[in-house]
């Protein structure tokens, strides 16, 4: 059979071809003309609108809403709640709820009194959360308290978390308005949390699967600013059996945790960690919030330098540099000469005063 391709050879039927095709791509250009003659608007419209509603920000805070709202569903008021809800003073419900506890590790409390007590400590904590996590943090019930308290008391606790997880930031602008708003959500063990934070975490940004630690009460988390939660040896024990073997060795000097006679024990996002002392465990926890990009919030000793934003030190100030020239036992020559590799880094640190504005 013949190729079909030979006959295009023939010079009339590749004029009529070239001629029909050039008629088919006419007809089809005008009828996209058309169609967008007909709604030419409709485009331009869409651009403009998707900032102004800032769809994408929006979705977070509907999630948890929905969670918060199924949170709220499982746990209900005491009947007493409706008449003693409005607390002008939120410090008071903690420092009552304490009084209530004093009393009731003394049995001569009523429980029905510590239950009224500790749902408007929780309403002050579910609101500490929100306006001021490090301190909702400092007030968070004991370990003891939850081991020891009766259930019907501890249903009203926020839960403490640790774990590796999810930090995740969005920062949405509406333009027409100025206003920028910041979501942050935790994503935790399965669970999604508004997040509340303090200190180096309020200029994180987003990263995966760090350790995280922090109280959760109604979907919403205040987060620890710290990479490692320091244990109590019942709490440490409790999460870890081999927490207390005489052979725990410390995770930093490689010693016996208890060679100085002051073990610690910390959460380590899932994990405990023991540390022969506070230096130690202070080192690792200083050194993991480097490594997530913020050395100067939690280390304070390393707060010199630039005063421009808070995370400078990493990036700025005077760097040194290995610069090491190889050779090998079957090839003495040497790979760059010193004066060379002299005016090669050189160049380089030109460079980065040049990029850095004299700052690296
Ligand atoms: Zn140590």
């Avoid at 008629?23 to 250009?29: D, Y």
């Avoid at 996590?133 to 020891?148: D, G, W």
Wanted: glycine share 6%.
């Amino acid at each position: 059979m013949k190729n079909p391709l030979s006959q295009r050879g023939t010079g009339a039927f590749t004029l009529v071809e070239f001629l029909c095709v050039v008629a088919i791509l006419g007809v089809l250009s005008l009828a996209v003309l058309a169609v967008l003659w007909r709604n030419p608007v409709s485009t331009p419209a869409n651009s403009t609108s998707s900032p102004a509603n800032s769809s994408a920000p929006k979705i977070p805070p509907q999630n948890f809403a929905a969670v918060a709202s199924q949170i709220n569903h499982l746990l209900s008021a005491p009947a007493s709640s409706a008449v003693t809800a409005t607390n002008p003073n939120p410090a008071s419900a903690f420092d009552d709820f304490s009084s209530w506890v004093k009393l009731f590790t003394n049995s001569s409390a009523s429980l029905v009194e510590g239950e009224r007590l500790a749902w408007k400590r929780r309403e002050a904590m579910l609101d500490l959360i929100q306006n001021d996590p490090k301190k909702a943090i400092e007030l968070s019930v004991s370990f003891k308290l939850r081991q020891t308290l009766p259930p019907q008391i501890t249903k009203f606790f926020e839960q403490q978390v640790d774990g590796r997880g999810d930090f995740l930031l969005a920062v949405g602008t509406d333009f027409s308005s100025g206003n920028t708003t910041t979501y942050r959500q935790v994503q935790l063990g399965g669970n999604n949390y508004e997040a509340f934070v303090y200190g180096r975490r309020r200029s994180q940004v987003s990263q995966t699967a760090i350790p995280l630690h922090g109280i959760v009460l109604d979907g919403k988390i205040a987060v620890a600013a710290e990479p490692l939660r320091a244990l109590s040896v019942a709490e440490a024990v409790a999460l870890d059996k081999n927490a207390l073997k005489p052979d725990v060795i410390c995770s930093v000097s490689g010693a016996a945790a208890n060679s100085r006679g002051q073990p610690v024990y910390a959460e380590s996002g899932g994990g405990v960690m023991v540390f022969c002392g506070t230096d130690h465990f202070d080192l690792v926890n200083q050194q993991w919030a480097a490594a997530e990009g913020n050395v100067s919030a939690v280390s304070s000793a390393n707060s010199q330098a630039v005063a421009t934003t808070a995370n400078d030190n990493w990036t700025h100030g005077r760097k040194n540099v290995l610069y090491m020239r190889v050779n090998f036992p079957d090839d003495l020559t040497e790979p760059i000469s010193e004066a060379a590799a002299y005016a090669t880094m050189n160049g380089v640190n030109s460079f980065y005063t040049e990029g850095s504005y004299d700052l690296t």
